[in-house]
């Protein structure tokens, strides 16, 4: 079939090449196909050697069929060759059409790439378009091109390799034409044999997994509805996204709400609202939460949540399965427990390990500026610093270095994040006048004369002095501030948004509830107060702004008399 040593074409040569194009679309499965493929191209094409290499799923190619030498296809099939390396081979050589040619004047570069490749043996060409041993002649197959995509081929999905035309020469027009139109055909083939496979398979695939889901629907519907746990099917997606399906009779009654109503709700719904970030925060496949649902009387309980994904077998409509467990008794056990670790036991105060996490979380390792209007400057700078990877100076032309390419990073149990999402606490200025600047105080207050009550009166009376006096401290301060007890005869106040003359008048009221009598053990008994205001500021730690306080206490305690001490 050489167009240029034959003035035509013979009948015979094209109803050999109809006859292997028909088998090729015929074949009963895609191997099968692949077979022909290689087939063809030695009993029409006049080739005496063919290899289709197959893309696999990961983008390399493998040999999945060979045809023309028994001993080239025991050693070759089943290999594969990179993606890459079939690119380079594809993008070398001559084109022919979609043809590539490669000849043995530049093939020799491919000898060592991971490609199969087979060698055969032959005397070098002794005219012009002889074939060599050593020439590639490959024929790419692409799906067929989308319809309105102007003859753009599709995705690549094998190369044909051909080798030792019988005619010894290199194909001509003709033989170009005819392998160039075979690929096409054979592309078109494969296509139809791996859509035919992989539709038997999901055939075989969903009759399996119908005869599964019939063979277990009863056993699911009996677990659901008599499981001791509650259980509940939502939707998923789309507008009614969440809305409850089904419950079973276990959370109905958990809930304390009848199945007819539980499926007007989703359980975004019913969650407390204090716990609705934890709901949108809790994954679909495999998540769990802690949270509260509201049962019908407009009380909540407590449960952990657990979600798995239920598709049907044919990966139709999706669904969440959540499983609802009852912990309000192990819940009201942690936080007893919790609140224990962080407050005091006789006068139910925060204790001192709470006192010094608030205090910490509003302090970040920054030192002040020398004035407030320096620390936004310094906060604008850090922020430019950050979004263009510049360096930023704070008032002491100390540079943060904001870049994130790793070469230079704070080291440290923290890092220096204090330009990030972070409200920086900041002290008024000392000196004489009160200049109006707000910081948080921090109130260190010792009772005077209590050592004597509990010496005299003994250690229940002394207990009833410390409530007393919690109580008082609690009542005479603002909702959000927050009154410690740091241990002993020894409270702590932390009060936001105060000025200088705020703090002492605090502590001046504070002090006049202190000293009014005390009713313990039958008997009236007063006690003095102390108090030395601290501020925090960013840059201490929640020790140093605590012994800067107590430090002046102890001044402020030695600057009065004795007996005022002790009466207040």
Request: net charge negative; aromatic share 6%; charged share 30%.
């Amino acid at each position: 079939m050489e167009a240029e040593s034959e003035p035509y074409v013979r009948l015979a040569s094209l109803r050999q090449l109809h006859q292997v194009m028909a088998d090729m679309n015929t074949a009963r499965s895609l191997a099968d196909t692949l077979q022909t493929v290689a087939n063809g191209v030695v009993a029409a094409l006049g080739y005496e050697l063919a290899c289709v290499n197959l893309v696999r799923p990961d983008g390399d190619l493998v040999v999945a069929a060979f045809a023309g030498d028994a001993t080239a296809e025991a050693f070759i099939t089943g290999r594969v060759g990179s993606r890459d390396s079939w690119e380079r081979r594809l993008g070398m050589g001559e084109t022919w059409g979609d043809l590539v040619f490669i000849p043995h004047t530049e093939g020799w570069v491919l000898d060592d790439d991971d490609v199969p490749q087979w060698y055969t043996d032959g005397p070098a060409p002794r005219f012009e378009d002889e074939w060599h041993p050593s020439d590639r002649l490959f024929a790419p197959m692409y799906t067929p091109a989308a319809p309105g995509g102007n003859g753009v081929s599709g995705e690549l999905i094998g190369v044909l390799s051909v080798d030792r035309p019988r005619n010894g020469r290199r194909p001509g027009a003709w033989g170009r034409e005819a392998l160039q139109m075979y690929a096409f055909q054979a592309a078109i083939a494969i296509s139809n044999a791996r859509l035919r496979s992989n539709m038997q398979r999901a055939l075989v695939r969903l009759e399996r997994e119908q005869q599964a889901l019939r063979a277990s629907e009863e056993s699911f519907r009996q677990a659901f509805e008599y499981a001791p746990s509650g259980m509940a099917i939502a939707e998923m997606g789309g507008d009614q996204h969440g809305r409850i399906l089904r419950t079973n009779d276990a959370l109905c009654r958990l809930l304390g709400r009848p199945a007819s109503a539980m499926r007007r709700y989703s359980f975004s719904d019913l969650v407390h609202p204090e716990d609705i970030g934890t709901l949108l925060r809790t994954s679909a496949e495999g998540g769990r939460a802690e949270l509260r649902l509201g049962r019908r009387d407009g009380t909540y309980v407590w449960v952990s949540l657990r979600n798995s994904v239920v598709a049907d077998a044919a990966d139709g409509p999706r669904f969440l399965l959540t499983h609802v467990e009852d912990i309000e008794d192990r819940k009201r056990r942690e936080l007893q427990l919790a609140h224990r670790a962080s407050h005091d036991s006789l006068t139910g105060l925060p204790n001192s390990a709470e006192l010094r996490s608030r205090l910490a979380s509003r302090l970040c390792r920054r030192p002040q500026s020398a004035h407030p209007a320096a620390v936004d400057a310094m906060d604008a700078q850090g922020h430019h610093a950050f979004d263009t990877g510049e360096r930023a100076f704070d008032t002491h032309d100390h540079g943060f270095d904001f870049r994130t390419d790793g070469a230079e990073r704070f080291h440290g149990a923290e890092r220096f994040d204090a330009y990030d999402h972070h409200v920086h606490t900041v002290a008024p200025e000392d000196g004489v006048r009160d200049d109006g600047a707000k910081g948080l105080a921090v109130l260190f207050c010792d009772l005077d004369g209590f050592k004597s009550i509990n010496d005299r009166f003994g250690h229940n009376a002394g207990d009833a002095v410390l409530i007393e006096v919690a109580r008082r401290l609690s009542r005479g301060v603002r909702d959000g501030d927050t009154v410690a007890r740091l241990g002993g005869d020894e409270f702590v106040i932390l009060a936001d948004g105060l000025g200088r003359a705020d703090a002492q008048d605090l502590a001046v009221r504070l002090r006049n509830e202190i000293i009014q009598p005390i009713r313990a053990e039958g008997r009236a008994v007063r006690v003095g107060a102390s108090f030395g205001i601290g501020w925090a500021h960013c840059g201490m730690t929640a020790d140093e702004v605590l012994k800067s306080a107590d430090e002046r206490m102890y001044v402020e305690k030695r600057s009065r008399p004795k007996q005022h001490r002790r009466a207040g």
